[in-house]
């Protein structure tokens, strides 16, 4: 079974469209985390949940906005797509803040 | 640049070591990490250092940090081609769950 999800793994869509990234984890974890991945493969945080609270916000437009309806899922939603959002977005979770992350397998996003 | 870097390619032949390197500029981390990525897929990790030692095995991994400067480097003993792949160092922040990545090393292995 695969411990950290995402849906979809691929995403192509318009300028402008709104969409949504979902990610699932069924490990029992308590913190989720969002990374983005560049063309040149520089990876960096965007954002941490600990137990659906917000702890790490980093200098991310906030056209995206990440949701955690429960511990088990963390999802980013992209307001107003823009060409530069085109990355590899990955979803990753650990057992506590400060414990081995692991990684879903990543959402290719695409924004033409 | 960059706060995490490291070399962008390295090849080597099928069964010899193979030696990625990276370095940092900020030294507050409590672990150092070693991630790869195969194509197409997310990441892996490989090892950990805790920061307050010098090396660590793990079967055909050893994980050296030299902390006067700020070097961290991963050796992968008798090479094969299923590691070839895309290798990261990472490091903590001082709060523990912010990882900060480097750019990334591309291992290929040739026969």
């Known amino acids: 079974d695969t411990a950290v999800s995402q849906t979809p793994k691929y995403l192509v869509t318009q300028m402008g469209n709104d969409k949504s990234i979902k990610c699932e984890q069924n490990?029992?974890?308590?913190?989720m985390y969002w990374y983005k991945q560049d063309s040149k493969k520089f990876l960096k945080i965007m954002f941490s949940?600990?137990?659906?609270?917000?702890?790490i916000n980093e200098t991310v437009p906030n056209r995206f906005s990440p949701k955690s309806p429960d511990k088990a899922h963390l999802n980013l939603h992209i307001n107003s797509l823009e060409l530069g959002d085109s990355a590899v977005y990955f979803c990753a979770s650990s057992f506590t803040q400060a414990g081995e992350q692991f990684f879903g397998p990543g959402t290719r996003l695409t924004v033409l | 640049g960059e706060d995490v870097e490291q070399s962008l390619f390295l090849s080597v032949r099928e069964g010899d070591s193979s030696v990625i390197n990276c370095t940092y500029t900020?030294?507050?981390?409590?672990?150092l990490y070693w991630y790869k990525q195969e194509p197409g897929a997310g990441l892996q990790l490989l090892t950990y250092i805790f920061s307050n030692m010098d090396m660590k095995q793990d079967q055909r991994l050893t994980v050296l940090l030299n902390k006067k400067d700020k070097h961290l480097s991963l050796r992968i003993a008798d090479t094969q081609t299923g590691d070839s792949a895309i290798y990261f160092c990472?490091?903590?922040?001082?709060?523990?769950?912010?990882?900060?990545f480097g750019t990334g090393t591309q291992l290929k292995v040739e026969l």
């Open positions: 490990l029992g974890h308590d913190t």
């Open positions: 949940y600990n137990n659906k609270e917000l702890i």
């Open positions: 900020d030294s507050s981390s409590t672990y």
């Open positions: 990472a490091r903590d922040t001082g709060g523990g769950n912010k990882l900060t």
